[in-house]
């Protein structure tokens, strides 16, 4: 039963992938191949393979508990840092396998941000939770022209100018999970992972996390978890759809062009999933 | 009809309501009251204690005391001068008059008298000539409620003694040394003993333990081995202190008594040369509190939010980097707190420093790590052990001092821990 889904759903896969590699085979700035992860015996996440386009917003969506913050985090090896986690398959970025022995997970990260759920700035000033993320990394130029550009591009510069050697918990939630943005992008890395960035805010605050990463996809190629079906519709170009098999193992059902799947999508479940008559 | 109406009305009650809900509400309510009771006579009983051991403690370190000089300071005026008013050579005169040639030459030899200031003579005439001798005391509570009663026995009992209110902690009590007279005894010795052993203990279990926690709580892989030393440090804490003072005694006192002598460092005291020495009563008890600092400082570490790991770890950040940046800060103030709990329970250990060899009597002060000790503690159990009641009113006031030096500890923890808070919450 479950070797079948598994069949059935690489099956239904292939043209998709093949087409995404056939368009932009350059494009491709992040690739997860047959990507398993385990908790001790417990998979979360079963033989996931797609890749992510460069400079473009890909959306995971799917029920609760279907591994996709668990798939998101494998994506920048933060996995590691959860005892008894494994991780089985390849996730290939810059032509290589990050996962590969001799690889530098610390690299990996620096090169692949991440934003969470929840803001989480470090317990100092504004300024310095920029600063401190661009010094580790080496950073030797004008700290507070970084500190600024960084405000500027998350949209946070006019709100806190006044305010950067004030604590960033003084901050509200918004604006602290817009700083944690401007300290992902401080240290300029290639992809930002996003997990349900914006489920703890106001609507408001959501539309301009969501201006952002329009702003952001310029230069970044984003990936964002989300659960609200208008925002993944409202700004993503990809979407992948995510499900958890008879074991809560998750797998993917679907992946494509956000419209396409969305307006036409090729799985029933999928189908099924967007229009709220499941999950 | 029937069939649409049976869910909205359901005729099963799984829940009670009106009289019944309102006798279980007060059934409920009264469970609560009961446990209430209960703690707050939890609390009763033990403020009583301790109401009854401070009682106990100030009762003794003050009251009435039988007092007989050996010359009545008025039988030391000259030509109708009181002796406060004499000068230095005065009293010089009166010193030679009373002392021994001998002993005058070993005070000339101390501190000639031509450098000797006048208020150093006046005591001297206080301690060597008049010399008064406490002969008998009284706690507090009968010095007040007894009075007259104290007053006849001692005309009765003690002829030619004056009766004198006396506090037993006093400036003096702490600044004089260790002495056989109760009048003239202090805990200066004891004191900067407990303050030198406490201070290298903490030097050395704080930077160990803090590390071993570190270790064990970042980097430790959770194989056998690491879960046997977990389960170890674990049991140690709960050995008892005198076994600490039976290995404390062969490893630093026997074993390393070169080192502990301060022997190869050419600093050893030359009337001991042996290993019962500040330093190994410090290692000792460095040993004994290190299990403490461990366990705190591993839950200290262990609370710090996963997220904020993740957020350093998200920007690039090594291990060693959030270590030191996140983990510890944040963990400071457990580990502080934890730490000030082990220092002061190094500051009351009292058997393994009998077992590493406290010294029962010195009068002179701690020097460094190799001199020879006492401690506090110790100085309160020899005198209550003493067979004279004079020295129970020592060992009062010197519980008195060893009760101030804990709190002053613990405030001073308190202190920095909320100003370290408070200073990472406003960033
Ligand atoms: N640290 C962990 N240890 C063990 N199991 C975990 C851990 N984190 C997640 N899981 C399990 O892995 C599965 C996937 O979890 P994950 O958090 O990836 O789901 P999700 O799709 O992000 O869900 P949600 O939409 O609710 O955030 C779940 O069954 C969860 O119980
Ligand atoms: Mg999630």
């Known amino acids: 039963m479950t070797a079948i889904h598994v069949l059935t759903a690489t099956a239904r896969l292939a043209p998709v992938q093949a087409l995404a590699a056939a368009r932009c085979e350059s494009d491709c700035a992040l690739e997860a191949r047959q990507l398993s992860v385990y908790y001790g015996a417990f998979r979360a996440v079963k033989d996931v393979s797609l890749k992510i386009q460069r400079q473009k917003i890909t959306a995971l969506i799917g029920p609760s508990g279907c591994g996709k913050s668990t798939f998101l985090r494998a994506l920048n090896r933060m996995n590691d840092l959860i005892p008894g986690s494994r991780t089985e398959g390849e996730v290939i970025f810059e032509g290589c396998n990050i996962y590969a022995p001799g690889v530098d997970p610390v690299e990996v990260r620096r090169r692949i941000g991440m934003v969470f759920q929840k803001p989480n700035p470090f317990p100092k000033s504004v300024y310095d939770n920029i600063a401190w993320a661009a010094r580790i990394n080496g950073f030797r130029g004008n700290m507070d022209d970084l500190v600024e550009q960084s405000l500027r591009q998350a949209a946070l510069w006019d709100e806190v100018k006044d305010k950067l050697r004030q604590s960033a918990l003084a901050l509200s939630g918004g604006q602290q999970q817009r700083l944690c943005i401007a300290r992902a992008i401080a240290i300029r890395p290639e992809i930002i992972l996003m997990d349900e960035p914006a489920s703890a805010l106001d609507p408001i605050a959501t539309l301009k996390i969501e201006d952002l990463m329009h702003e952001l996809v310029k230069n970044y190629t984003i990936i964002i978890v989300t659960h609200n079906m208008q925002q993944a519709a409202r700004v993503s170009d990809y979407t992948a759809f995510l499900m958890m098999d008879e074991d809560r193992a998750g797998y993917l059902v679907e992946y494509g062009p956000t419209d396409e799947v969305f307006t036409n999508p090729k799985d029933r479940r999928t189908e099924e999933y967007i229009t709220g008559r499941f999950g | ?427």
């Open chain 2, 1 to 427: 009809m029937n069939t649409l109406s049976a869910p909205s009305a359901p005729t099963v009650r799984y829940l009670p309501e009106g009289d019944s809900f309102r006798s279980h509400m007060a059934a409920r309510h009264k469970k609560g009251t009961l446990w209430l009771t209960i703690f707050q006579a939890a609390t009763l009983v033990s403020i009583l204690a301790l109401t009854a051991l401070l009682y106990n403690i100030i009762n003794q370190s003050f009251g009435w005391v039988a007092v007989r000089n050996q010359v009545e300071p008025e039988a030391l005026a000259i030509e109708g001068t009181p002796l406060e008013e004499l000068s230095k050579e005065q009293l010089i005169t009166i010193l030679e008059a009373y002392i021994s040639k001998g002993v005058m030459r070993r005070l000339e030899s101390e501190k000639p008298f031509s450098v000797r200031s006048r208020e150093d003579v006046y005591q001297l005439v206080e301690e060597r000539v008049i010399n008064p001798e406490i002969l008998r005391s009284w706690p507090l509570a009968d010095s007040l409620l007894r009075r007259s009663a104290i007053h006849q026995e001692v005309v009765e009992t003690f002829p030619g003694a004056r009766l004198q209110f006396r506090a037993w902690i006093n400036p003096q009590f702490l600044r004089a040394p260790q002495s056989a007279n109760p009048a003239k005894a202090g805990v200066r010795t004891a004191m900067l003993g407990s303050l030198w052993i406490v201070g290298l203990t903490i030097l050395v279990a704080f930077p160990v333990g803090v590390g071993a926690a570190i270790y064990l709580e970042e980097y430790a892989a959770d194989n056998p081995l690491n879960r046997l030393i977990q389960t170890n440090i674990n049991n140690l804490a709960g050995v008892p202190s005198i076994i600490y003072g039976m290995l404390g005694l062969a490893i630093f006192v026997r074993g390393l008594e070169p080192v502990t002598s301060g022997a190869i460092f050419g600093l050893s005291d030359p009337t001991t040369a042996n290993g019962r020495t500040v330093i190994s009563a410090s290692l000792t008890l460095a040993l004994l509190i290190l299990p403490l600092i461990i366990i705190n400082a591993q839950e200290a570490i262990r609370a710090v939010p996963r997220s904020l790991r993740e957020a350093s770890y998200a920007v690039g950040a090594t291990h060693w980097q959030t270590i030191w940046h996140h983990v510890l800060p944040s963990a400071l103030p457990g580990i502080l707190t934890g730490t000030i709990f082990a220092m002061s329970r190094a500051m009351g250990e009292t058997a393994p420093l009998v077992v590493v060899g406290a010294s029962t009597f010195i009068a002179h002060d701690p020097t460094g790590p190799f001199s020879k000790f006492t401690s506090l503690p110790i100085q309160i159990y020899q005198w209550t052990a003493r067979p004279q009641d004079l020295f129970r009113n020592l060992a009062a006031a010197a519980i008195i001092v060893l009760l101030v030096l804990l709190l002053a500890f613990n405030a001073v923890a308190i202190i920095l821990r909320n100003r370290y808070r408070s200073k990472r919450r406003e960033g």
